[in-house]
């Protein structure tokens, strides 16, 4: 059971255009949401994180939305750049009292390509 | 680089075997989190310690097991290694419980053969 899930395996977006990376999930006891980037052969580098408070959060060129009705989440990257190129994971926590946080589900990723 | 360190970067071992992984967290944060990725699972939650204790577990198979030390370090033990154990295994800290923001190592990559 795929609890969050981010259904484009990949996307190709030209420099200095917007990159926009969608995500979904299924579980209404999830309340804190996170982007995530990775390079290969690194650990996963947080981006930016939204409360279920929120419904949008920014920082820099990086602006997270949040659909709760729509148990939908989405990260833009605006202006794109050569070296946003990466795979992005989504991730979800919360629920159970509190005690699940950290226990992070993430998505099986988007792979990011920005051509020059 | 995230501050969390992980050792070995590499292993090769083999079926029935027993490894453990070793992660220091990051300066003062006080919980670590083991997570797996495998190429058909993704990244998968593991287990939780938070100073010493364990606070949360995951879908960890009952031949893993993990601990925090004193000095917040931690350890995943790995023993009866099948085939499909390997995977990157990475090690995660964050100050409190909250997760609010989890700092990931560069992982420790398995493979068992």
């Known amino acids: 059971d795929q609890q969050v899930k981010q259904n484009s395996p990949s996307l190709s977006v030209q420099e200095g255009r917007i990159s926009i990376l969608n995500c979904d999930y299924t579980n209404s006891m999830f309340d804190y949401f996170l982007w995530y980037k990775k390079y290969p052969a690194e650990g996963p580098t947080f981006l930016i994180s939204?409360?279920?408070?929120?419904d949008k959060n920014e920082d820099g060129r990086f602006t997270v939305f949040l659909n709760k009705s729509a148990k939908h989440l989405s990260l833009h990257i605006v202006p794109s750049q050569p070296g946003d190129s990466a795979v992005y994971f989504c991730?979800?926590?919360?629920?159970?009292?509190?005690?699940?946080?950290?226990?992070?589900?993430f998505g099986q990723g988007t792979i990011l390509t920005v051509h020059p | 680089d995230s501050g969390v360190t992980q050792t070995p970067k590499h292993l090769i071992t083999a079926t029935g075997q027993r490894v453990t992984l070793r992660c220091s967290p990051r300066?003062?944060?006080?919980?670590v989190y083991w997570y797996q990725q495998s190429l058909d699972q993704g990244l998968q939650f593991l287990i939780q310690?938070?100073?010493?204790?364990?606070?949360a577990k995951g879908n960890i198979l009952e031949r893993f097991s993990a601990q925090q030390f004193p000095d917040l370090h931690s350890e995943l033990n790995l023993s009866s290694l099948e085939l499909g154990d390997s995977a990157l295994y990475f090690c995660?800290?964050?100050?409190?419980?909250?997760?609010?923001?989890?700092?990931f190592g560069e992982g420790s990559w398995l493979t068992v053969v």
């Open positions: 300066s003062g944060d006080l919980s």
């Open positions: 310690y938070y100073n010493g204790e364990e606070r």
């Open positions: 939204i409360s279920s408070i929120k």
């Open positions: 991730a979800a926590s919360g629920g159970a009292g509190g005690t699940s946080y950290g226990k992070l589900t």
């Open positions: 995660a800290s964050s100050f409190d419980l909250s997760g609010n923001t989890i700092y």
